[in-house]
Structures are given as structure tokens and as C-alpha cells.
């Protein structure tokens, strides 16, 4: 009886191990399917390569001060770089010529805050939206790969990688969230170290403080950061206050909304009824804040047209649907998963920033006025340091809901100009502003620089919305017309469709 017990025994232990290993497993692929990782790869039909060595002439070109175009010039690339920038009748006798038609050069956008997460595709969207350089602020193991490949001649963007974001949690709850949510988990000062230190090592380009990292271990992270000589980036962590950013490494933070969020902890909570006295008191205190981030050099990205929208995915989820350009969006993304409470997803049953069910007409009223306090305490804010000066570089948080790589970027630009950002400044924000913080070599047109260029049919310093009407990207020297650039789109709108799970004629 004894031996029967035990076997028992031992066969609903191996059924256990198995049940576990086969959630495990499930549970896994799913998140990498909400990731992209299954997306189908796109495989656009492009011409190759033309000559390394041409001229790009009759072009009024973006002067590095990014304030007024200089018209009549030719832009010389060999190599991948800007060799020179001269009159467009001073092009050295037998270099290739081509004709810029007098249309308005300027150099290579950034998004300084997207999610590359797994999907490739996202990559080609970015170079047909005129977007070469990215600022990923959670790059896993498989981005890294990419930017090794975009060196070496791969199409995408440049990209500048942002360790997974720093957290802190116990550890049973710490080992899902770093595995659901792709985090770095840590709990003593010496596993922040050595994670910097880890980072640094493997070529990351900067670590990120998230807003669950507790007070110890962002100190931590200063400390390391200085000692690693890598940059400190990212949120500002509930556990810290405004005192303990100006103490700290971070030379700049994610989201102008971070403000929002540390302004309210100090003024105590708001909530609706409390939503007037709020937006006074972040009035009272912008001047304050601004003053310090220009006294400590920290730099702010704005993420402006996302905060707008919260609001917005809550009462009508289904007019912004409509109005994303949701056929390049990554699939996976899009929609979502169920199996964690913080999924990715964008579609109405799973959309991240949607009501809660059954919620009262009475709370949807008091929610409404909370988030556009909400929306309202981030202009004020906005507006502040861009008076002061503070160095603001454009982002959208691209591949959140409903930002779509690449698309998102323009959409940013609409909302910087509303918030009376001149079109100038709006495209510092995304050319000379990034490209200083990051240390790249491109930004501006002048040479030696890296020949990352966009040509636009319009004039974006009379209207920014110009910057959508792109009739030729150069990416890394290589020239890809309006043709080309069609391809790229199409090539992922079809692998994207043949990878989805929701039909998108809904939207």
C-alpha cells in the first residue's frame, strides 16, 4: 500500500511540474506574441543601393541654427556623410546630380521616447515617416541586435538603447514583473550596481529609473551612473521627491507629465473636487521647477499628444482608433493580451487607459474632470519651460496606446505647435536637441556630419505639418524616394495584416 501511496504521490508532483512548465510556456509565447515576436517580417521590394558619392542640388537647405532655410544649395554626400553644403552651381564637375526641385531639406528626426518592443516592422515605418533616429526606453536583448544590423546597412533607425527600466518589488511579485513587463528587478544597492555596471558592458547607452524603484535604489542609481559614466534617464520614482532629482545623476526625464505626477504627491492628491486648487498650485510652483531644471542641466522629453489623449480613450476609444494609422501598428501590440494586468493592448477589451466596467455616469462626470486637470497641469508645465528654456526633445512613447511608430512623431509636432512651440523650435526638438544630448553625430546639415536628411514638399518653419508631405528620406547616405518610402509602408501593412487575430474594418 505504502509503494502505491508513493508512486501517487509522485505522478501528481510530475503532473504539477508539468502543469507549471506548460503555463510557463503558454504564458510566455503570449507575451511575446503581445510583443511582436510572431509578427511576420516585412519584405519590401526596393531598388538597390545608387552611388555612395552624388550631389543633392536645388535644395533650400535647414542652416545648422535650424531658423531659416538657405535657399539655392547643394548638400554633397559621400560615404554616408555630408561632405558639404555649397551653392548649388559650386557641385564638383563629374559627381551624380540629383534634383532637388527647390524643395526644403532638413536633417533626420528623433522620437526620444519610443518601444521597439519585438516587432521589426516598426523599424521601416519609422524611415518612411522621415525618423532616423530612435530613443528606445526599454530595449531587450533583440533591439540590440538590430542596431547592430542597422550599422552595418540594415533599413531603420538609429538607435540609441535605453536599459529595461529599473524597478523594485519583493521577490515573488519582482520575478513576474521583470519577466511579464520586461524590467530590471533590484533590491539592494549592490544589485543596482551591478546591473549598471552590466549594462554599461554590453553597450547600452543609458539606464532608466521607473516609477516603482524605491528611494535607496535610486540613489543607487545615481551613484552608479556617475561611476559607469552612463546616462541616468526616465521617470521620477513615487518614492522621491523634486529635492532628490536635483541631488541625483538624471540628466533627464521621460515625460513632462512626471511633473504632473510628483507636483500632485506634493500638493497631497488631487482628486476632481480638488482639481482648480491643483492647477493653481502647479502654476505657483512651474517657475520653481523650470528655474532648477535649467540650474541642474536636465533636459525634459514631451510626450504631449499622449497625455492629451487619456481622456479622449476613455469617452470615445473608438474615434481615436479611427483616426491612428492602425494598419502599420504592430499587431501584437495592438491587441494586447488579457493574461496580465498590464498588458499593452490598444483595442476597446483591452485597451490600457479604458473605464473600468460598470463605472457610475456620476464617476465618468468626476473622472473627466480629474484627467483634463490632468492634461491641463502638463501645458502648464510645458509652458513653463519652454519660456525658461529648459532643453526639450520631441516624443511620443510610441507603440503606447495610441501612438504608432513613426506616424506618432507628426502627430507630436501638431500638439507642440498648439502648445505655442514655434515650428523652429519644434524641429530642434526633434534634430539639433536629441542629437546633442545623445552625443550623435547628425542633427544638423553641415559637414561631417551623418547624411541623414529628409526632403519636404513644404515650408515646416511657416507650418509644421509640412514635415508629413516627405518626398525623400536619406538614411545613412542611401537615397529612398517617395516610391521607395511607399514600399516600405506597404510591405508592412501586408505582413502586419497577415498576422492579425482583429479584423481592423471596425475602425
Request: with cysteine.
Amino acid at each position: 500500500m505504502l509503494k502505491w501511496i508513493v508512486r501517487i504521490g509522485l505522478g501528481l508532483c510530475v503532473l504539477a511540474l508539468l502543469g507549471m512548465v506548460s503555463t510557463y510556456v503558454f504564458i510566455d509565447r503570449e507575451l511575446n506574441r503581445m510583443y511582436g515576436a510572431f509578427v511576420e517580417v516585412a519584405e519590401p521590394d526596393l531598388p538597390p543601393p545608387g552611388p555612395g558619392a552624388y550631389a543633392l542640388v536645388d535644395v533650400n537647405v535647414l542652416a545648422p541654427e535650424g531658423d531659416v532655410f538657405v535657399p539655392g544649395q547643394a548638400v554633397v554626400v559621400d560615404a554616408g556623410l555630408v561632405r558639404s553644403v555649397v551653392p548649388a552651381d559650386s557641385v564638383p564637375a563629374g559627381l551624380e546630380t540629383v534634383d532637388g526641385q527647390g524643395r526644403y531639406l532638413i536633417p533626420g528626426l528623433t522620437d526620444s521616447h519610443v518601444h521597439l518592443w519585438q516587432s521589426e516592422n516598426d523599424l521601416l515605418v519609422y524611415v518612411a515617416n522621415g525618423v532616423t533616429q530612435v530613443r528606445d526606453m526599454n530595449t531587450v536583448p533583440v533591439n540590440l541586435r538590430w542596431r547592430a544590423e542597422i550599422e552595418e546597412g540594415r533599413i531603420g533607425p538609429d538607435i540609441f538603447a535605453v536599459a529595461p527600466q529599473f524597478a523594485t518589488f519583493g521577490p515573488m511579485e519582482g520575478a513576474f514583473v521583470g519577466w511579464t513587463q520586461r524590467k530590471t528587478i533590484v533590491r539592494t544597492g549592490d544589485q543596482v550596481h551591478d546591473a549598471v555596471k552590466e549594462f554599461s558592458d554590453e553597450g547600452y547607452d543609458a539606464v532608466k529609473a521607473s516609477s516603482f524603484l524605491d528611494k535607496a535604489g535610486y540613489e543607487a542609481m545615481s551613484d552608479a551612473t556617475r561611476a559607469q559614466g552612463i546616462k541616468l534617464v526616465g521617470h521620477l520614482p513615487i518614492a522621491i521627491g523634486l529635492d532628490d532629482l536635483w541631488a541625483s545623476n538624471q540628466s533627464e526625464v521621460a515625460h513632462v507629465e512626471e511633473f504632473v505626477k510628483i507636483l500632485d504627491r506634493e500638493f497631497g492628491g488631487y482628486g476632481p473636487d480638488e482639481a482648480d486648487a491643483f492647477l493653481e498650485y502647479v502654476r505657483e510652483r512651474s517657475g520653481d521647477v523650470s528655474a532648477r531644471m535649467i540650474e541642474q542641466g536636465i533636459s525634459v522629453t514631451s510626450t504631449l499628444a499622449l497625455v492629451d489623449s487619456f481622456q479622449r480613450q476613455k469617452t470615445d476609444l473608438h474615434s481615436e482608433l479611427d483616426a491612428a494609422e492602425l494598419a502599420y501598428e504592430n499587431p501584437g501590440i495592438a491587441e494586447g493580451t488579457v493574461i496580465t494586468s498590464r498588458g499593452m493592448g490598444w483595442l476597446p477589451e483591452v485597451n490600457i487607459y479604458r473605464w473600468p466596467e460598470g463605472l457610475t455616469d456620476d464617476r465618468k462626470v468626476r473622472s473627466r474632470v480629474y484627467w483634463q486637470a490632468y492634461a491641463d497641469a502638463q501645458h502648464i508645465l510645458f509652458d513653463a519651460f519652454l519660456k525658461a528654456g529648459v532643453p526639450i526633445m520631441a516624443g511620443t512613447d510610441a507603440n503606447v496606446p495610441v501612438r504608432v511608430p513613426g506616424f506618432s512623431l507628426h502627430e507630436e509636432f501638431v500638439a507642440l505647435q498648439a502648445a505655442e512651440m514655434s515650428p523652429a523650435q519644434i524641429l530642434a526638438s526633434a534634430t539639433s536637441v536629441p542629437s546633442d544630448y545623445m552625443g550623435s553625430n547628425a542633427g544638423r546639415i553641415e559637414a561631417g556630419r551623418e547624411a541623414d536628411l529628409v526632403l519636404l514638399r513644404g515650408n515646416p518653419l511657416e507650418d509644421i505639418a509640412a514635415t508629413q508631405e516627405i518626398d525623400m528620406v536619406v538614411l545613412d547616405g542611401r537615397r529612398l524616394d517617395r516610391d521607395a518610402l511607399d514600399a516600405l509602408l506597404e510591405s508592412v501593412k501586408v505582413a502586419n495584416d497577415a498576422s492579425r487575430k482583429v479584423a481592423l474594418e471596425q475602425f
